[in-house]
């Protein structure tokens, strides 16, 4: 009877200590799936301010297109616009990194 005992006490343990291989194997995966949701999550915030910053070049040029001016006006917006396009390039750089 006490080998009996012995025996399933024995099972019991190697049963435990296979659930507890797989709780630390189901962890690591957890982190993992944490680390890249936490990228994506970057990511997708990164494309967010590309989009934002893109819209807003894009609505720089085409108030440049309506904006009737003279040779002399145009070329100061001319050179604005490329001050503002420098500085939003600038900014997606910066978001790259």
Do not use: F
Not at 15 to 37: F, G, P, S, Y
Not at 66 to 81: A, F, H, N, W, Y
Request: net charge neutral; aromatic share 2%; charged share 25%.
């Amino acid at each position: 009877m006490e080998v009996k005992s012995t025996y399933i006490a024995q099972e019991i343990k190697l049963k435990v200590l296979h659930l507890l291989a797989q709780k630390e194997q189901l962890l690591k995966q957890i982190q993992l799936l944490i680390d890249e949701n936490n990228l994506l999550n970057s990511e997708i915030q990164q494309q967010k301010n590309t989009i934002e910053t893109l819209q807003t070049q894009n609505k720089i040029v085409k108030l440049a297109e309506i904006l009737p001016s003279t040779g002399v006006d145009r070329q100061e917006l001319k050179k604005q616009l490329n001050v503002y396009i420098k500085q939003i390039d600038e900014c997606i750089r910066l978001l790259s990194e």
